[in-house]
């Protein structure tokens, strides 16, 4: 399978996906650090002026680490733009992350000639987000390098694809780097996306419970608690369809079981205001099924540490 320069030779094969809110210059530096390539949504900055702020800290503190460690390394680092068309801050954001030449760009919610061209002409490599095939063939078709497989059980927006399934699908016509999301918080899940087909794992949900991110404690607290059975699949928050915490709508007063549906036209994800998005990011918590693997909150650079040791073991299993 054909990989771009920027993503061969990494010492995992994981993409960190980027988190809504949780996601901060601290995490994506140590995430890097470790090893694999971190990932922040360009919203996550407010006010978008300070997008450029933590882009310039990122892109900083990886190439110290680099002159101080020539031998490790960092892994590059990514930025998720939601190229929807409620996302107002696009062109000024795509503007900030090509003056800091950012490495890896991953889009959502949509696919757009124009931005790919964009990244590309700085020597950067889109990664599409894609839910099913009919998605993956539009974001090809219009440029992106690559894609993420958002499969079932994947924390937050999600498909109900098995990724079984979507891989297959995929790879009869696409040679190019793929990602598995969905239910991936241990080093042998890693191994079996790879088995599978995909390049690479993309893993959300773990990374929240770690001592970087920027969620609050009884977050954190709540994934370790947690396994597949205290996940909900609803659209009621923003219009698609996503997984979340069933203790986090408990808590907001609300029965997870018993969820209206909502209408996904009024969708408004990514405004600049996006106060009621926000708004449920912040007190209903996506995550994914996988989080049984996650027993405490921990630094970055120990759940690496763990997803290698688990991936390596895996690997010995099945290989010899």
């Not at 079932?152 to 780097?177: I, Y």
């Not at 598995?180 to 995909?198: D, E, N, P, V």
């Not at 709508?249 to 998005?277: C, H, T, V, W, Y």
């Amino acid at each position: 399978m054909s990989l771009p320069p920027i993503l061969q030779n990494l010492p995992l094969p994981i993409l960190a996906a980027p988190l809504f809110i949780i996601s901060n210059p601290k995490l994506v530096i140590e995430q890097c650090k470790a090893g694999v390539v971190g990932s922040m949504p360009a919203l996550n900055a407010r006010p978008s002026s300070q997008l450029d702020e933590w882009l310039a800290e990122i892109t900083e503190a990886l190439a110290a680490h680099d002159r101080a460690h020539p031998e490790s390394p960092a892994a590059p680092f990514a930025i998720n733009q939601i190229v929807h068309k409620s996302n107002d801050r696009l062109e000024h954001d795509m503007q900030v992350c090509a003056k800091y030449k950012v490495p890896i760009i991953i889009t959502s919610l949509g696919a757009r000639e124009d931005v790919n061209r964009g990244v590309q002409s700085w020597g950067g490599v889109v990664l599409h987000d894609v839910i099913n095939n009919v998605f993956a063939h539009k974001a090809i078709e219009k440029g992106a390098d690559g894609l993420i497989a958002v499969a079932a059980g994947a924390g937050g927006h999600a498909s109900v694809k098995s990724p079984f399934a979507m891989v297959a699908e995929l790879r009869e016509w696409f040679d190019g780097p793929i990602a598995l999301s969905g239910a991936i918080s241990s080093g042998g899940a890693i191994l079996a996306a790879q088995a599978m087909g995909a390049d690479f794992a993309y893993i959300g949900s773990a990374f929240i419970a770690t001592d970087e991110a920027r969620a609050v404690e009884d977050y954190k607290k709540m994934i370790t608690e947690s396994d597949s059975d205290d996940i909900v699949y609803s659209n009621f928050y923003t219009g698609i369809h996503g997984n979340y915490l069933k203790g986090s709508i408990r808590n907001a007063g609300m029965d997870p079981d018993n969820l209206p549906q909502s209408d996904p036209s009024k969708m408004n994800f990514a405004s600049s205001e996006g106060a009621n998005a926000a708004k449920a990011w912040k007190d209903i918590w996506g995550c994914g099924q996988g989080i049984s693997a996650v027993k405490a909150v921990v630094p970055t650079r120990e759940l690496v540490g763990r997803l290698q040791r688990e991936y390596l073991a895996a690997r010995e299993r099945l290989l010899g």
